[in-house]
């Protein structure tokens, strides 16, 4: 099993930036794929970013070049550097983790981008 603990959101404002982290239970070189999806009110969970444990990412559209994803195997963690915030990328951001054939999910926290 894995568990997923995720911090790092907030309010900012649009232009700001915020870095999300997930932690996850157990060693992260033994998790073929992380990422993070997201929830806008009254719309389907959709991929953001992730990232395999052979090093390969992979961003959705909306997000290339103002997202970053990484993970620091040192500290069981992956990352989501967000900067460029803009109103729409306000939602609600879950960490996933694929292991063992399994899905795991986050809590979520609240990304809320407003002046």
């Known amino acids: 099993q894995v568990q997923l603990v995720e911090s790092g959101g907030g309010l900012v404002q649009p232009g700001g930036s915020l870095k999300l982290s997930c932690a996850a239970s157990r060693s992260i070189a033994t998790i073929s794929s992380m990422g993070w999806y997201r929830q806008l009110p009254g719309k389907q969970r959709e991929l953001v970013a992730s990232?395999?444990?052979?090093?390969?990412?992979n961003y959705a559209d909306s997000v290339k070049g103002r997202f970053t994803i990484s993970r620091d195997n040192a500290k069981n963690t992956v990352n989501l550097q967000m900067n460029s915030l803009k109103p729409e990328d306000t939602a609600v951001y879950s960490c996933?983790?694929?292991?063992?054939?399994?899905?795991?999910w986050g809590q979520g926290t609240q990304v809320t981008v407003s002046s």
């Open positions: 996933h983790a694929r292991f063992a054939f399994q899905h795991y």
């Open positions: 990232t395999t444990n052979s090093g390969s990412t």
